[in-house]
T-cell receptor, first 114, second 117 residues
Framework: DQQVKQNSPSLSVQEGRISILNCDYT??????FLWYKKYPAEGPTFLIS?????DKNEDGRFTVFLNKSAKHLSLHIVPSQPGDSAVYFC?????????????FGTGTRLQVFP | GAVVSQHPSRVICKSGTSVKIECRSL??????MFWYRQFPKQSLMLMAT?????????EQGVEKDKFLINHASLTLSTLTVTSAHPEDSSFYIC?????????????FGSGTRLTVV
């Protein structure tokens, strides 16, 4: 049972344009969400997070949007840069009173071309 | 920022032998450490959660006698793959959280590529 899903395995975007990565979840008890960036043979690097009490969080070129009613979140990268090319994982955690382990999506490979 | 050091980065071992992977938090006390496994082109699958000084909690389907986890101190957790077989070949990653829990930071190690021949 995949509680966190990233239905697009890959995405190709031209440099300077917006990259939009999507993530859906099924467990309504999740109360915080994170995005990680991963290069091959390396551990994930934290990008940005959002609590379920918010619907948007912005950090530089990265913005995460959360739609709780749709159980959907997205990561926007603008403008996209070639160095953004990597695999992006969304992850969900909570509820805090039960567990703090993260459940990861299957990842989306982003390629930003010049 | 918080740093988690994971060693070795790559290891090749013969079938039937055991391999130990270390995960150290360098500048914070890791009250909880998580061990993940990643198959090619797949997600990070949580194997177990360990809290310092107590037994690890394993996810369903993970053999605790095969994947021994020790979290003896606030800065070190180890994963030992016992009697390794080729199907254990994978990318293993640890992560750690401090006293504030994951919402204060969830730092990953750089991963270990295990190849069993």
């Amino acid at each position: 049972d995949q509680q966190v899903k990233q239905n697009s395995p890959s995405l190709s975007v031209q440099e300077g344009r917006i990259s939009i990565l999507n993530c859906d979840y099924t467990n309504s008890m999740f109360d915080y969400f994170l995005w990680y960036k991963k290069y091959p043979a390396e551990g994930p690097t934290f990008l940005i997070s959002i609590s379920s009490i918010k619907d948007k969080n912005e950090d530089g070129r990265f913005t995460v949007f959360l739609n709780k009613s749709a159980k959907h979140l997205s990561l926007h990268i603008v403008p996209s840069q070639p160095g953004d090319s990597a695999v992006y994982f969304c992850a969900a955690g909570g509820p805090a009173y039960n567990t703090d382990k993260l459940i990861f999506g299957t990842g989306t490979r982003l390629q930003v071309f010049p | 920022g918080a740093v988690v050091s994971q060693h070795p980065s790559r290891v090749i071992c013969k079938s039937g032998t055991s391999v130990k992977i270390e995960c150290r938090s360098l500048d914070f006390q890791a009250t909880t450490m998580f061990w993940y496994r990643q198959f090619p082109k797949q997600s990070l699958m949580l194997m177990a959660t360990s809290n310092e000084g107590s037994k690890a909690t394993y996810e369903q389907g993970v053999e605790k006698d095969k994947f021994l986890i020790n979290h003896a101190s606030l800065t070190l957790s180890t994963l030992t793959v016992t009697s390794a077989h080729p199907e254990d070949s994978s990318f293993y990653i640890c992560s750690a959280t401090g006293t504030g829990g994951p919402r204060d930071g969830y730092t990953f190690g750089s991963g270990t590529r295990l190849t069993v021949v």
